[in-house]
């Protein structure tokens, strides 16, 4: 039996949904904050195990989802030189930009190349110092620390030819943006637990305190998420506005110095559009003026370059809570994982994918 078994076991999800039941004395609106979260409950239901009065908000916590356009369009117009490299992760590759994506450039004849680590891109330009190489820096406080490295150790090794496309995005800004809101709707959150690995939980207290609502930090499996609704909705039950750590075996409170460290080295924290959001302040991370020489957007002169979302697509209002995916228009007709509107209907953790790949049937019907 594989260590996550006991995780999706299904007498322990019975119970904790018996318990979730008995706790409800009123109606409670909870967000998950993180795609990874989102595509669990979806895929194994978990939001049928909850009492009618407790509803469930899908969160912007997808970072291929909330890249702006215009970095895409960055990230189309770097990888079309002949003398660049483009490295991405997967994940990016079928994310929409203005004129097509990262795919359809490759097939075209752009070098682009899937990497499963910003270091194999840094040992692609040690090996290649003809060619331009780009890595594509997209993600939260949990790809930071790994995008960080790679820029010391490209320094380190005299690399001129190794640069960073970045577009990292920080949680907690979108938490105060989500409360915040003239349409508030969330009464506590499930924080990721792979974010506070990195971060640990310290950034989350304020923002509790200031707007009275619980943050209780989970992970991804069934039993994890359902612990977390019950503990979030046992503190919403009794007035307590607190951050619980209810994943401190895998993410302690005081997260990862040494990672946190290579972060504030080589980042700076700035302000950051989000797709579909607009630009939050604060919100995202950019190379500290000390590393500019590794910034490909000015390199390469895209740095300026500015783009307008798809008025169709309801990305932004999907990623903070306002709709769920099938209350779009679009949703399974003009916009389909083959020929998507928006990134959260071809990301790996986007809610429109989740619902597309999982409950399709059901949205039919």
């Given at each position: 039996?594989?260590?996550?078994e006991?995780?999706?076991?299904?007498?322990?999800?019975?119970?904790?949904g018996?318990?979730?039941?008995?706790?409800?004395?009123?109606?409670?609106?909870?967000?998950?904050?993180?795609?990874?979260?989102?595509?669990?409950?979806?895929?194994?239901?978990?939001d049928?195990?909850l009492?009618?009065?407790?509803?469930?908000?899908?969160?912007p916590?997808?970072?291929?989802?909330?890249t702006?356009?215009?970095v895409?369009?960055q990230?189309?117009?770097?990888?079309?030189?002949?003398?660049?490299?483009?490295?991405?992760f997967?994940?990016?590759?079928?994310?929409?930009?203005?004129?097509?994506d990262?795919?359809?450039?490759?097939?075209?004849?752009?070098d682009?190349?899937?990497?499963?680590s910003p270091?194999?891109?840094v040992?692609l330009?040690a090996?290649h110092?003809?060619?331009?190489?780009?890595?594509?820096?997209v993600?939260?406080?949990?790809t930071?620390?790994?995008?960080a490295?790679?820029?010391?150790?490209?320094?380190?090794q005299g690399?001129?030819?190794?640069?960073?496309l970045v577009?990292?995005?920080?949680v907690p800004?979108a938490?105060?943006?989500?409360?915040?809101?003239?349409?508030?709707?969330?009464d506590?959150?499930?924080a990721?637990?792979?974010v506070?690995?990195v971060m640990?939980?310290?950034?989350?207290?304020?923002?509790a305190?200031?707007?009275?609502?619980?943050i209780v930090?989970?992970?991804?499996?069934p039993?994890d998420l359902?612990?977390g609704?019950?503990t979030c909705?046992?503190?919403?039950?009794?007035?307590r506005a607190?951050?619980?750590?209810?994943?401190?075996?895998?993410?302690?409170?005081?997260?990862?110095?040494?990672?946190?460290a290579?972060?504030?080295?080589?980042?700076?924290?700035?302000?950051?559009?989000?797709?579909?959001?607009?630009?939050?302040?604060a919100?995202?991370?950019?190379?500290?003026p000390?590393?500019?020489?590794?910034d490909?957007?000015?390199?390469?002169?895209?740095?300026?370059?500015?783009?307008?979302?798809?008025?169709?697509c309801l990305?932004?209002?999907?990623?903070?809570g306002?709709?769920?995916?099938?209350?779009?228009?679009?949703?399974?007709?003009?916009?389909?994982?083959?020929?998507p509107?928006?990134?959260?209907?071809?990301?790996?953790e986007?809610?429109?994918?989740?619902?597309h790949?999982?409950?399709?049937r059901?949205v039919?019907?």
């Amino acid at each position: 039996m594989s260590w996550r078994e006991p995780f999706r076991d299904p007498a322990a999800v019975a119970r904790l949904g018996d318990l979730i039941a008995r706790t409800i004395t009123r109606p409670w609106t909870l967000m998950e904050v993180c795609g990874g979260q989102t595509h669990a409950i979806v895929r194994y239901g978990l939001d049928a195990l909850l009492p009618p009065g407790v509803t469930l908000l899908h969160g912007p916590g997808c970072p291929v989802c909330v890249t702006p356009i215009e970095v895409l369009d960055q990230a189309l117009a770097i990888a079309r030189r002949p003398e660049v490299v483009f490295c991405s992760f997967g994940d990016m590759l079928r994310v929409p930009g203005t004129d097509g994506d990262l795919l359809a450039a490759r097939a075209a004849g752009a070098d682009v190349r899937v990497v499963y680590s910003p270091l194999d891109a840094v040992a692609l330009a040690a090996r290649h110092p003809e060619r331009q190489v780009v890595f594509f820096a997209v993600g939260f406080e949990t790809t930071a620390p790994a995008h960080a490295i790679a820029a010391q150790l490209a320094r380190r090794q005299g690399l001129r030819n190794f640069s960073l496309l970045v577009s990292h995005v920080l949680v907690p800004p979108a938490l105060e943006a989500i409360l915040a809101g003239p349409e508030r709707r969330v009464d506590g959150f499930l924080a990721a637990g792979h974010v506070c690995t990195v971060m640990g939980t310290a950034e989350y207290a304020p923002i509790a305190a200031r707007h009275r609502v619980p943050i209780v930090i989970t992970g991804f499996e069934p039993v994890d998420l359902l612990r977390g609704l019950a503990t979030c909705l046992a503190l919403l039950e009794a007035g307590r506005a607190e951050v619980v750590n209810a994943y401190a075996r895998v993410a302690p409170d005081g997260g990862n110095p040494v990672a946190r460290a290579a972060v504030e080295q080589v980042f700076a924290v700035r302000t950051r559009k989000w797709r579909g959001v607009g630009a939050l302040p604060a919100s995202g991370l950019g190379l500290a003026p000390a590393w500019a020489e590794l910034d490909a957007a000015l390199r390469f002169g895209v740095a300026d370059l500015r783009a307008d979302e798809p008025a169709e697509c309801l990305a932004g209002q999907v990623l903070m809570g306002a709709r769920r995916p099938p209350e779009c228009p679009a949703f399974g007709t003009r916009c389909t994982p083959e020929h998507p509107l928006g990134a959260p209907m071809v990301s790996s953790e986007g809610a429109c994918a989740a619902y597309h790949r999982f409950r399709s049937r059901e949205v039919a019907r």
